[in-house]
């Protein structure tokens, strides 16, 4: 299939910079980065310091995402926060990451409910799905994007998966330093769209944002934003670096670019 000229480029904080420290970078992030039209930057940090920096940011240059949402609207759900809640603050979510499905132990169905909360909400539901080393080495990475696509798009109509990205993200490949090979991305992204044809139709198979996400610094970026159906890249430890994080925002301008001439 042909690349978009666009690319998404997600940085996901994770538990990580207090609410003063996630200001001062954000400062500091927005004199390095330069607003192109082909890289739309989203911006994942802590919970906490989302209320402020939705008036920091310019949103041209940076958008919001929660890093986990909960799928109730509202009520006796001590310690939780809603989609409902972040309506109007945040503009994507982060569901279904690994560290929610494998140390708190989320399920596809919580994923499910989590991805309508979203789309109810007016946040767009970053859906990451991938595989554990076991199941990689059991050859079982196919029948687990199914079962994840499956299980937390159930429900999701053919219009609200316009507002869907999936991220790939092998859970051996998160903050170990183990990247993928951009071949590995490759038959995980043709895997992704091929179950999205079965249950939506190749036009919407076609149109879905694929991400990858697992390990990338600057110095992989590229190898990964040239691979024809990855549409961007989900950030962990790297987008902790200004300079990294800048330096990947141009380079996936410069793969959008190069796709526009294709
Ligand atoms: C992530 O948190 O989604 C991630 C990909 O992390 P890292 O880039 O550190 O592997």
Redesign the pocket.
């Known amino acids: 299939m042909a690349a978009k000229n666009k690319k998404l480029i997600v940085g996901?904080w994770?538990m990580n910079l207090n609410v003063h420290e996630a200001s001062l970078y954000v400062h500091t992030l927005s004199k390095l980065v330069k607003t192109h039209r082909t890289v739309e930057v989203v911006l994942a940090p802590t919970m906490l310091a989302l209320q402020s920096l939705s008036l920091q940011v310019n949103y041209r240059q940076f958008k919001l995402a929660a890093q986990n949402i909960y799928w109730r609207d509202h009520g006796a759900f001590t310690g939780e926060i809603s989609a409902q809640q972040l309506s109007g603050v945040v503009q994507y979510a982060i569901i279904g990451?690994?560290?929610r499905r494998h140390i708190f132990h989320e399920s596809d169905k919580d994923t499910r409910n989590k991805v309508q909360a979203a789309i109810r909400n007016g946040i767009s539901p970053i859906l990451?799905v991938g595989e554990t080393a076991a199941e990689r080495a059991l050859n079982e990475t196919n029948d687990v994007l199914h079962d994840q696509l499956v299980g937390g798009l159930a429900n999701v109509t053919s219009e609200e998966l316009a507002q869907i990205t999936i991220?790939y993200?092998p859970v051996w490949?998160?903050?170990?330093g183990n990247n993928a090979t951009p071949h590995d991305v490759r038959q995980a992204e043709k895997a992704i769209r091929s179950q999205i044809s079965h249950l939506y139709g190749k036009t919407a198979a076609e149109a879905v944002n694929v991400l990858y996400?697992?390990?990338?610094n600057k110095d992989s970026a590229t190898d990964y934003l040239m691979i024809p159906g990855v549409d961007g890249l989900?950030?962990?430890?790297?987008?902790l670096d200004a300079e990294a994080f800048s330096d990947i925002i141009e380079k996936a301008h410069n793969a959008a670019s190069v796709v526009v001439k294709q």
């Open positions: 996901n994770k990451h690994s560290e990451c991220a993200e490949a998160i903050g170990t996400g697992g390990s990338v989900l950030i962990g430890g790297a987008s």
